[in-house]
């Protein structure tokens, strides 16, 4: 994780600006369930001292997208299939609410900036290999613009509990070079989202947010847990 993190500059509040810039890489998939955090390493990283690092991870142990492992090291946590299931039905119900109340708010700005990223993603993603690390950061950023049109911060810190802790899982998806990337999958599924957001559709919007999530979570539980998925299957699935 420390080599993911540069000097921070002279500005803002100092606390605030380390806790976003480790939320950041929770958020954007940039670290893997299991990884292990050094306080002293972030601390060096960042050109700050322990305590503002140390305040906010601990500010992350408390909203669970960091936990304390037995052997007292801070680590991202393992998430469970389970747990992953249950996050991704949330995701459904709170990110497609966030697409349909933005849909009232669209502009034809926010249209053109929405596929100037979806261009952009698909070019990366088409690229591969490590082009892939700035997929990830134009799959988040397309995301979290459009929701924060819905001018609801209330409603954004929930979008961004359930992403700090499933940023890491998405990780697997955007990162290993899997077919879902190769067709690039999300790219048609935003490009689904996008018309049905310049045509004021609501609906369509957030049926294609929703397919896009459904794609994304049926992959990584196919290739994270291949046995429950079988499970779930032979059960009837889970509404996803």
């Known amino acids: 994780m420390t080599k993911l993190l540069n000097p921070l500059p002279p500005r803002g509040t100092l606390g605030t600006d380390v806790l976003n810039r480790i939320k950041e890489l929770l958020l954007t998939?940039?670290?893997?369930?299991?990884?292990?955090?050094?306080?002293?390493?972030?601390?060096?990283?960042?050109?700050?001292?322990?305590?503002?690092?140390?305040?906010?991870?601990?500010?992350?142990?408390?909203?669970?997208?960091?936990?304390?492992?037995?052997?007292?090291?801070?680590?991202?946590?393992?998430?469970?299939?389970?747990?992953?299931?249950?996050?991704?039905?949330?995701?459904?119900?709170?990110?497609?609410?966030?697409?349909?109340?933005?849909?009232?708010?669209?502009?034809?700005?926010?249209?053109?900036?929405?596929?100037?990223l979806n261009q952009q993603l698909a070019v990366r993603m088409g690229e591969g290999g490590a082009s892939l690390g700035q997929a990830v950061l134009l799959n988040k950023a397309l995301h979290f613009s459009l929701y924060e049109t819905a001018h609801?911060?209330?409603?954004?810190?929930?979008?961004?509990?359930?992403?700090l802790r499933i940023g890491p899982v998405l990780n697997y998806d955007l990162r290993s070079g899997s077919e879902r990337t190769e067709n690039r999958t999300a790219v048609g599924h935003h490009e689904r989202m996008i018309?049905?957001?310049?045509?004021?559709?609501?609906?369509?919007?957030?049926?294609?947010?929703?397919?896009?999530?459904?794609?994304?979570?049926?992959?990584?539980?196919?290739?994270?847990?291949?046995?429950k998925s079988r499970e779930a299957v032979a059960a009837g699935g889970p509404a996803l």
């Open 29 to 116: 998939g940039r670290v893997m369930p299991g990884d292990r955090l050094s306080l002293r390493s972030m601390a060096e990283a960042l050109g700050v001292s322990m305590m503002p690092v140390r305040e906010a991870v601990y500010q992350l142990i408390s909203d669970q997208a960091l936990e304390v492992a037995p052997n007292r090291s801070i680590r991202v946590p393992v998430m469970t299939a389970e747990q992953f299931a249950e996050i991704t039905r949330i995701r459904l119900l709170i990110e497609g609410y966030a697409v349909r109340e933005a849909t009232a708010h669209v502009t034809p700005d926010l249209i053109q900036s929405l596929r100037a």
């Open 152 to 163: 609801m911060p209330m409603l954004m810190k929930i979008i961004e509990s359930s992403w």
């Open 195 to 227: 018309d049905a957001l310049g045509a004021a559709d609501a609906d369509a919007a957030c049926a294609a947010l929703q397919d896009d999530i459904k794609s994304a979570y049926r992959y990584i539980v196919e290739k994270q847990w291949p046995k």
